[in-house]
């Protein structure tokens, strides 16, 4: 592999490296945003039982 060559294979290896943190990055956002989502659903859930328990 000549110097040419080589400088572009690592280029592409940093290229590489920023895109795959920064999918890492939006996953991450994503399941944070799924987790809140669900825990309103657990409260809302728990507050609609705690509703029925107390009218019977």
């Given amino acids: ?16 490296n920023r895109n795959w943190k ?10 944070s945003r799924i987790r809140r989502k669900n825990q309103k659903f657990d409260e809302e859930l728990y507050r609609i ?3 029925n328990k107390a009218t019977k």
Avoid: A, C, P
């Avoid at 592999?1 to 590489?16: A, K, N, P, V």
């Avoid at 920064?22 to 399941?31: F, I, Q």
């Fill in 49 to 51: 039982r705690g509703k």
């Fill in 22 to 31: 920064r999918v890492d990055s939006d996953e991450k956002s994503e399941n």
């Fill in 1 to 16: 592999m000549d110097f040419s060559h080589l400088t572009l294979y690592i280029g592409d290896r940093e290229w590489q």
